[in-house]
Structures are given as structure tokens and as C-alpha cells.
């Protein structure tokens, strides 16, 4: 969940979860969007924090509402101090300044909010451009309407439109330029220049209106940026055009040309603004791209479900009727409409979608289905779990939505460098208008304009600040497509570093799924009525070795008896009364704790463990009674996974509960380092103690038991299988619940902190050796300036290019 705050100098709503800027004022921490408006607040709280009251909404992501849901009688806002007011669309209050809230919570869960993929932070209710960098806004959500995008049609037609009066513009150039000068010959003298005047006022003050309303924004909200470089590099190429047509005789020598004459650079005003247009526009397709992947999820998901009603007639309805205990149909080649389980029929499943695994999953009856999969041959009845936001595809697309908006350690890099770059361009364009004004040919004044301009265009920092963000939001898209769900760029980051490899045993690397495999019995002890005993006292635990007893009595159609007193001891095993007897089943430590002496049966436990069986011992009545065996296979897919960990360069650890000969056994089969008696709470010390030897460390573990190591080691990750995972367990989670997936995470670790760096390197290359050269560094050398037109190219193309070196992640190979 991402909680929201108002800003309370702008009213902006602002992502607490990201927000750069924050202050403590009045027992509270306030939240804001800019500097500037961290600094108004700061100068005088008294003004803010009475008119407007910071107040955390949640917003949930993707929705599927109901029909019922989204009939509610009435919709808007309404202050929850002063339910008298209501207002039609979201704003302080008008008497408090509290943020309203909507009357119907559905109807404002379904609407769009919009923000910055460069500053998360920035949230706003409809498109726009961030205050921050400029950058055109972007829906927080990704939906399946190819709804257009209102940012891409306006940049598109202002850019046609551009483009069409810039081309008479450049032909009177070219014609300057060709003996005989034809142009000059039909618009001669002042005429021509008011022609040329007329044609760059609607490029530049029309086509180019937004690059100068988000270049004095940037101004406004003291966040300098790159569109206060196109802002001043093409506005002072305009106005000094202007003055030299409407007041030439203004001009000195040194601005004049061989022939007497002030020059024009009306077209390098409206090329630098077509050029930068038809970057946004590249730029924008391009950006739309990032979020393939989640369409892609999203597709997934059927439109309708076939219902079987209590009368037994069908019916296809459309999928938000769908609820939770409905029956539904999966005819062969239909997609599973929502979560659930099988509870008639037999087939394979597709679930390629959220596994990654390409082989079709056998179900049969009490099999757990996920919505969005694809039915084989098999005709399927199933009983719908979950629905609408509760469904696993649901959790998987607002999970990667989340993620692509976090921020990367790394960004800090090119935040930092940004805030400095803006300022220091500037700087560079005014020695370099100096430099030429002083120590240029003629005409000085006229080299000095067009070579500032050039250095102004060509150091936009816009590749530098997409560069990192657009990797992220490819990467995640990618990973969800193999199954690898990454919760935010900082885990993607360190999961690269990742040295160790800590693994929990029991559904991690074996199936999770223990069988009975032998019951001793002593003297006196009749294995069907200590199984009988056993049974029944381990129905009332949770643990995966009494699923294995209970599947063993009902295999036996053994009738189960109430147990009372029961009482599980965390890491030892548990206790009760079954038929007036007192019943015990653990380790060999609650058998000497309950001062019952496991000796007699010593032998025979250690030949099981040294097989790779689990042994817990059996008392009753204050007697030793026997033990049974229980056998966790490995996963066929857990030594090749294994394996590959190790040939990639980690060292992998497992930590038990187990048994040391039992995990010796295991462990020597995958040939891994082992900890083994170790209880559920100090597996977060054994990763403690890892870190303190300066090792980065990733815990694998079920999500849930595990919890404080996961919390504890440096990257947590969740192994799942369909909809049981624990989705926010860890830092990242396997869908599939296969090793291999590790493989996948750190392959895609890798590969998208490539790109970033790649991204960082152009951008850091380009701007390094584009600043001197349009400066005029190789005039005095080869008589070579560069004009602002290739440099608004160069500068369009940079970013482009930055974009389309992220999207090579869609299809890197893991």
C-alpha cells in the first residue's frame, strides 16, 4: 500500500513512502512535493499548518470492484470534519483545509492518479508535467484501455504542425546558402524577415509553449532542470531574432555580419523547439513500452466466468459478478477465470503466466487453480477462493506497479549530479558567451548568442535522470513475466551483491510435502492405536510433519478421537490427552524434558536420519511408546538449482530444525554447508552472524515461519506455489516455488544494473564531451562550431537512446 499526504503549501499530493522533502512542525511530520515549498513552510509553519492538515489516504492499486460496489448511491468528496461539505472532485476543505475524503471510496479507488516515473513522490489527480523535471506525468496503474495518451497526441500535433512552418524556415537558409540566393530574390530586405518572424512566433510561443511553462516552473519551484535549458537556449535565440527585425539599428558592430546586417535565428529557435518535440514524442512511445509487461499480466485475466447456480443451469457472466464460493465451469483451452480449487474433474494447466515454467500442471480434485491460467483438454469444475484484488494476478500487477515506481540507491548518483548539472551549464553557457563576446571573430557578439545556446541545448540532463528509472521499470515487468516478483529497485540492486545463501530446508529445498514412511512400536504398543493417538493429537497442529501423520491415519482409515490440553512447543513438538492418556511426539529434547529416557530406540532413529529421514519419538502415558520416520523428498529440481547457485560464485548455507544427522544427510546429497537444531528465531542470528563477517546475505524461506530472518538478511526471498504465496514476505518472491528462480532473480539482478550502468556511462560521456565541443573547443583547431540544431538533435536522440538501450531488458535472456 502507498500512503498519500497533502502538501500543505501547494495542496499537491505527495507519495509519503518516496518523498524527498519532509519537516517536523507541531508533534507531526509534514510532506512536500518541492523545495521551494519545504522552504516556504519552514520560513513561516504558522501560515500552513492551520489552513491545510497533512492527512495519510491509502491508495491500493488495481481494483476489481463489484457491481453492488459501484452502485453506490452517491459519489464525490466530503471533509471528515465537516460532513456539510461536499465537493465534486478531491481539494482541501474550504473551512478547515483537511483533505476530503470520497463518499464513495470505490469510486475514487477506480479513478487515476498520475505520477513522475523520475520523482515517485509527485502524485496528481490528471495528467500534467512534474514540477520537479518537467517530465510528462504518467497513470500510477496500467490498464488494458488503449485509451490515448493525452501528453503523446498533444506533443505529436504541435510537433507536425511545427515541423510544417520550420521547413519554409530552413529553406531560406539553404537558399542563403546556394549562389544566386532565390528566396532572397522573391522576399527581399524586411519583408523577409517578417516572414521568417511570423512562421517562428507560432513554432516557438505556440508549438513550444509547454517546454517554456515547465521551464519557468522549474524556475518557480527553484528545481532547475532541462527544460530550463530549452527554455533559455531557444527563447534568447527568438528574442534576439525578434529585436533584429522589429529594432535593427539597435545592434553594435559586433553584432553585424560582413554585409552590415544583424543575423536572424528564427530557424535555430524553431528547429531546437521541432527537435526537442520530436524527442518527447520518441520518447513517450517509447516510455509507454515500459509497461508491456504488466499489460501483458493484465491480458491474462478473462472477461467472463461460466457460473453453474444451485439449480444446475450455466450461465456466463462477466467476471467482477464473480464471487467468493461460486461454481464455476473451465471448459478445455479456457482461461481459469479467478483463484481457487478443483473440486470436479482432472486436467493439465498452462501456468506459464505467473510460474515461468513453459510444462502444464496436472489438477485434480482439492488442486489449487490460478486465475489467469490456461485449461488443457480437461473439462474442470471449480470453486472460486479468491476474486477480484484478492486473486494472485491482481497481487502480481500491483506488486510490479509499486515496484517500478521505487527508487535505486544508484538514482542518488544522478540526483545528486543533476542538482548540480542545471546550475552548472548555466554557468558554462555564460563563460562561454563571455569568452567568444571578448576573444571571437566577428561579429563576437552574434558567436557568442549561438555558441551559449549550443552549450545550453546539448547539456539537458535528461538522458542522466531517465536512466535509471526506465531500466527498473522494464526489469520488474521482465521478472514478473519469469515468475520473479521484485518489491523494490533497492532489493533488484542488492541482489547483485549477494554473497551467501542462506536456505531453509523444508519446502524450499525438499517438496513440502512429508510422507509417513515407518512407525516403531515398543513392547506393549500396537502401531494402529499409537497411530490412532498420534494422529489425533497432531490435528491440532500446523506444522508439515503432522500433515504427514494425518494423510497416513486417514490413508489407514484410521477414526480420529479428540485430544485436549494440547500444547505445541516451538521447536521440540507437542503435547495433549488423547482418550485419558497423555500423549507426547518430538525430539529427543522434550523426551528427556518430560523425563522420558529415549535410549532404547537411539539406534534405529540414527539409521533413519543418516537416510535423510526426519525421527520424532512417541510417549504414552509418561512411556516411551515408539517413533515414526517421515520422509521430505528434495526437489528433482533443487541439485541442479544447487549447483548452479555454487558455479555462479555463492556460497550456500541451509539452516534447519532438523535433526544434525538428518541435515548432514541432506545436505551432503547437495553438497552445502548445513546448520542444523536451529530454532525458528535464531535463524535470524545465524544471518547476523554472517553480516558481521562483512557478507552480503539472501534468506530463502517460506515467507512465514521465517519471517525474522527474512527480515534480517540483506535480501529476503519468499518461495510460493500458486495462491498461497506470501507475496509481501520478502524482497523478492518465487512464484513457482523452484530454486531455479534464484537463478533468474540474480540474473536479472545483474543484467538490469548492467543497463543502468550503461545508461549512467552514455549520459555521463555524452554531456562530458558535448559541453566543450559546442562551447567551440575544436574552433581554434579546425574552424568547427556546433550549431544548436545539431545540438537539439544530439540532445533528443540522447535520451531516446537511453530508453532504448532499457528496453533490450524485455527480452534478456534468464
Known amino acids: 500500500m502507498n500512503a498519500i499526504s497533502i502538501d500543505p503549501v501547494c495542496g499537491m499530493k505527495v507519495s509519503i513512502d518516496t518523498a524527498k522533502w519532509s519537516s517536523e512542525h507541531g508533534g507531526k511530520r509534514w510532506y512536500f512535493c518541492s523545495q521551494s515549498c519545504l522552504k516556504k513552510f519552514e520560513a513561516n509553519p504558522a501560515a500552513y499548518d492551520g489552513s491545510r492538515r497533512t492527512v495519510s489516504t491509502v491508495v491500493t492499486g488495481p481494483i476489481v470492484a463489484t457491481s453492488s460496489a459501484l452502485a453506490a448511491p452517491k459519489d464525490g468528496f466530503t471533509c471528515p470534519m465537516h460532513p456539510e461539505v461536499h465537493e465534486s472532485t478531491q481539494k482541501p476543505c474550504p473551512k478547515c483545509g483537511m483533505a476530503l475524503d470520497a463518499i464513495n471510496p470505490f469510486a475514487a479507488s477506480v479513478r487515476t492518479e498520475y505520477t513522475c516515473p523520475m520523482h515517485p513522490e509527485i502524485v496528481r489527480d490528471g495528467p500534467g508535467s512534474c514540477p520537479i523535471c518537467g517530465m510528462a506525468l504518467e497513470p500510477r496503474t496500467i490498464s488494458l484501455e488503449d485509451a490515448p495518451n493525452p501528453e503523446l497526441v498533444s506533443m505529436t500535433r504541435r510537433l507536425w504542425i511545427g515541423t510544417a512552418l520550420t521547413l519554409p524556415l530552413l529553406a531560406i537558409m539553404v537558399s542563403d546558402l546556394l549562389p544566386g540566393h532565390p528566396v532572397q530574390h522573391v522576399l527581399a530586405g524586411a519583408m523577409l524577415g517578417w516572414f521568417e518572424f511570423a512562421l517562428a512566433t507560432v513554432v516557438v510561443l505556440w508549438a513550444g509553449w509547454p517546454f517554456f511553462e515547465r521551464g519557468w516552473s522549474s524556475i518557480i519551484h527553484r528545481s532547475l532542470n532541462m527544460f530550463t535549458l530549452i527554455a533559455i537556449g531557444s527563447g534568447a535565440a527568438y528574442l534576439y531574432s525578434v529585436v533584429a527585425v522589429v529594432a535593427p539599428g539597435i545592434f553594435p558592430p559586433s553584432f553585424r555580419d560582413a554585409?552590415?546586417?544583424?543575423?536572424?535565428?528564427?530557424?535555430?529557435?524553431?528547429?531546437?523547439?521541432?527537435?526537442?518535440?520530436?524527442?518527447?514524442?520518441?520518447?513517450?512511445?517509447?516510455?509507454?513500452?515500459?509497461?508491456?509487461?504488466?499489460?501483458?499480466?493484465?491480458?491474462?485475466?478473462?472477461?467472463?466466468?461460466?457460473?453453474?447456480?444451485?439449480?444446475?443451469?450455466?450461465?456466463?457472466?462477466?467476471?467482477?459478478?464473480?464471487?467468493?464460493?461460486?461454481?464455476?465451469?473451465?471448459?478445455?483451452?479456457?482461461?481459469?477465470?479467478?483463484?481457487?480449487?478443483?473440486?470436479?474433474?482432472?486436467?493439465?494447466?498452462?501456468?506459464?503466466?505467473?510460474?515461468?515454467?513453459?510444462?502444464?500442471?496436472?489438477?485434480?480434485?482439492?488442486?489449487?487453480?490460478?486465475?489467469?491460467?490456461?485449461?488443457?483438454?480437461?473439462?474442470?469444475?471449480?470453486?472460486?477462493?479468491?476474486?477480484?484484488?484478492?486473486?494472485?494476478?491482481?497481487?502480481?500487477?500491483?506488486?510490479?506497479?509499486?515496484?517500478?515506481?521505487?527508487?535505486?540507491?544508484?538514482?542518488?548518483?544522478?540526483?545528486?549530479?543533476?542538482?548540480?548539472?542545471?546550475?552548472?551549464?548555466?554557468?558554462?553557457?555564460?563563460?562561454?558567451?563571455?569568452?567568444?563576446?571578448?576573444l571571437g571573430p566577428e561579429p563576437r557578439y552574434a558567436h557568442a548568442l549561438v555558441n551559449a545556446v549550443a552549450v545550453l541545448i546539448i547539456a539537458c540532463p535528461c538522458a542522466l535522470g531517465l536512466a535509471t528509472p526506465m531500466s527498473i521499470m522494464v526489469g520488474t515487468g521482465r521478472g514478473a513475466t519469469e515468475g520473479v516478483l521484485i518489491r523494490d529497485a533497492e532489493t533488484l540492486e542488492t541482489f547483485e551483491k549477494v554473497d551467501v545463501l542462506v536456505v531453509d530446508k523444508t519446502g524450499t529445498l525438499t517438496e513440502g510435502k512429508p510422507r509417513l514412511t515407518s512407525i516403531v512400536t515398543i513392547d506393549g504398543f500396537e502401531e494402529t492405536q499409537l497411530l490412532q493417538s498420534v494422529a489425533s493429537l497432531e490435528r491440532g497442529s500446523e506444522h508439515p510433519l503432522a500433515a504427514a501423520i494425518l494423510a497416513s491415519a486417514r490413508e489407514k482409515e484410521i477414526e480420529l478421537q479428540s485430544a485436549t490440553e494440547f500444547r505445541s512447543i516451538t521447536g521440540r513438538g507437542v503435547t495433549g490427552t488423547v482418550n485419558s492418556r497423555h500423549i507426547a511426539v518430538g525430539n529427543e529434547s522434550l523426551m528427556r524434558e518430560l523425563r522420558i529416557v529415549p535410549d532404547p530406540l537411539q539406534g534405529q532413529a540414527k539409521e533413519m536420519r543418516q537416510d535423510g529421514q526426519t525421527v520424532m519419538f512417541l510417549a504414552s502415558g509418561g512411556r516411551l511408546a515408539g517413533l515414526v520416520a517421515v520422509t521430505d523428498p528434495i526437489k528433482p529440481s533443487s541439485v541442479e538449482a544447487i549447483k548452479e547457485l555454487k558455479d555462479a560464485g555463492l556460497r550456500v548455507i541451509m539452516v534447519t530444525g532438523?535433526?544434525?544427522?538428518?541435515?548432514?544427510?541432506?545436505?551432503?546429497?547437495?553438497?552445502?554447508?548445513?546448520?542444523?537444531?536451529?530454532?525458528?528465531?535464531?535463524?535470524?542470528?545465524?544471518?547476523?552472524?554472517?553480516?558481521?563477517?562483512?557478507?552480503?546475505?539472501?534468506?530463502?524461506?517460506?515467507?512465514?515461519?521465517?519471517?525474522?530472518?527474512?527480515?534480517?538478511?540483506?535480501?529476503?526471498?519468499?518461495?510460493?506455489?500458486?495462491?498461497?504465496?506470501?507475496?509481501?514476505?520478502?524482497?523478492?518472491?518465487?512464484?513457482?516455488?523452484?530454486?531455479?528462480?534464484?537463478?533468474?532473480?540474480?540474473?536479472?539482478?545483474?543484467?538490469?544494473?548492467?543497463?543502468?550502468?550503461?545508461?549512467?556511462?552514455f549520459a555521463f560521456i555524452y554531456n562530458a564531451m558535448g559541453v566543450p565541443v559546442a562551447a567551440g573547443l575544436l574552433y581554434p583547431i579546425f574552424g568547427l562550431l556546433l550549431s544548436p540544431m545539431i545540438a537539439a538533435a544530439a540532445m533528443s536522440f540522447s535520451s531516446v537512446s537511453v530508453i532504448a538501450n532499457s528496453l533490450r531488458l524485455r527480452s534478456a535472456k534468464l
Open 259 to 438: 554585409s552590415g546586417g544583424a543575423g536572424l535565428y528564427f530557424e535555430a529557435a524553431s528547429v531546437i523547439i521541432v527537435l526537442v518535440l520530436l524527442g518527447q514524442v520518441l520518447e513517450l512511445r517509447a516510455r509507454s513500452q515500459t509497461g508491456s509487461a504488466i499489460k501483458a499480466l493484465l491480458g491474462f485475466a478473462p472477461k467472463t466466468a461460466r457460473r453453474i447456480s444451485s439449480t444446475g443451469t450455466e450461465a456466463d457472466v462477466p467476471l467482477a459478478d464473480v464471487q467468493v464460493g461460486d461454481r464455476l465451469r473451465v471448459r478445455p483451452g479456457e482461461k481459469i477465470p479467478t483463484d481457487g480449487s478443483v473440486v470436479e474433474g482432472r486436467s493439465a494447466v498452462d501456468e506459464s503466466m505467473v510460474t515461468g515454467e513453459s510444462i502444464p500442471v496436472e489438477k485434480s480434485v482439492g488442486e489449487k487453480l490460478v486465475g489467469g491460467t490456461l485449461n488443457g483438454t480437461g473439462s474442470l469444475i471449480m470453486l472460486a477462493e479468491r476474486v477480484g484484488a484478492d486473486t494472485l494476478l491482481s497481487q502480481i500487477v500491483k506488486m510490479v506497479s509499486e515496484a517500478q515506481r521505487t527508487r535505486a540507491p544508484i538514482q542518488r548518483l544522478a540526483d545528486k549530479i543533476a542538482s548540480w548539472f542545471v546550475p552548472a551549464v548555466l554557468a558554462a553557457a555564460a563563460v562561454t558567451a563571455i569568452l567568444w563576446a571578448v
Open 658 to 761: 532438523d535433526n544434525r544427522t538428518t541435515a548432514a544427510a541432506v545436505a551432503s546429497r547437495l553438497g552445502i554447508e548445513f546448520e542444523a537444531d536451529v530454532l525458528p528465531g535464531r535463524k535470524a542470528d545465524v544471518i547476523k552472524a554472517l553480516q558481521s563477517q562483512g557478507k552480503i546475505v539472501a534468506m530463502v524461506g517460506d515467507g512465514v515461519n521465517d519471517a525474522p530472518a527474512l527480515a534480517q538478511a540483506n535480501v529476503g526471498i519468499a518461495m510460493g506455489t500458486g495462491t498461497d504465496v506470501a507475496i509481501a514476505a520478502g524482497g523478492i518472491t518465487l512464484i513457482s516455488g523452484d530454486l531455479r528462480g534464484i537463478l533468474k532473480a540474480r540474473r536479472l539482478s545483474q543484467r538490469t544494473m548492467g543497463n543502468i550502468r550503461q545508461n549512467l556511462f
